[in-house]
């Protein structure tokens, strides 16, 4: 076997496919989320488009079986440190349209704050258990309780319901990411299929969400 095909041996066969497609849905929304934007709040939401376009793009690459092992490596760094700094592009549209100047501000510092520490330990320390990845992840991802009264006034019944559900499919992936489960059809769609769908299924619920406040502020 190749050096660099070594490390892929036994990756299931749809590994990184569902994010490969997810990126080019995600570039479409994006482009008509934008459109959609009034010009005055295209600064936060072109920020949370790049987050969700770089996000399922790096993860659809890394994922890929075509890297040589050194390659893989550093796009491994880039993949997890990615999905912090998304963590807070999808903040940066809520905090900044739902929140407000004072609260929104303070909120919004935080979880940046907290995602460049998440994303520099990608970086630093990239062969970190993956039960301090996720618990990174959610720690970072559920920094909105801290608004979470502003938060229902602001976002009503449908939007808290889209943000909650969101988070609940963010968590239940990261758990599963950590225990490695369910492998639910042995070579073809694994534990980490089951994760990357839900990443999907969580981000399309908080799309939907950031789409409801930039048509309310158009």
């Known amino acids: 076997m190749a050096p660099h095909a070594a490390h892929l041996s ?19 929304a994006g482009v008509h989320l934008l459109l959609a934007a009034p010009t005055g709040i ?4 072109a920020v949370y488009v790049c987050g969700l376009v770089a996000l399922f793009t790096v993860s659809g690459l890394y994922h890929k079986p075509m890297w040589s092992l050194r390659m893989r490596q550093q796009l491994k760094r880039l993949d997890h440190a990615t ?9 940066t549209p ?21 995602a460049a520490l998440g994303a520099l330990r990608a970086v ?23 608004g979470f009264s502003a938060l229902v006034a602001a976002l009503g019944g449908t939007g808290m319901a889209l943000l909650i559900a969101g988070g609940v499919l ?26 990357h769908v839900l990443v999907i299924a969580a981000a399309t619920c908080h799309f939907v969400m950031v789409r409801g406040l930039v048509v309310g502020a158009a």
Do not use: N, Q
Request: charged share 10%.
């Open 10 to 28: 036994g990756k299931p066969r749809l590994r990184g496919v569902s994010h490969v497609a997810a990126a080019f849905v995600a570039l479409a």
């Open 42 to 45: 295209i600064v936060p939401v």
């Open 83 to 91: 999905i912090f700094v998304f963590i807070a592009a999808t903040y």
């Open 94 to 114: 809520v905090c900044v349209l739902a929140l407000g100047a004072e609260g929104g501000k303070r909120l919004l510092m935080a979880v940046w704050i907290g």
């Open 124 to 146: 630093a320390w990239p062969g970190a258990p993956r039960a301090v990845s996720a618990a990174l992840y959610v720690a970072v991802g559920w920094l909105a309780i801290a």
């Open 170 to 195: 963010y968590t239940t992936g990261a758990v599963l990411y950590a225990l490695r489960w369910p492998d639910l059809v042995p070579g073809v769609f694994g534990h980490h299929e089951v994760f």
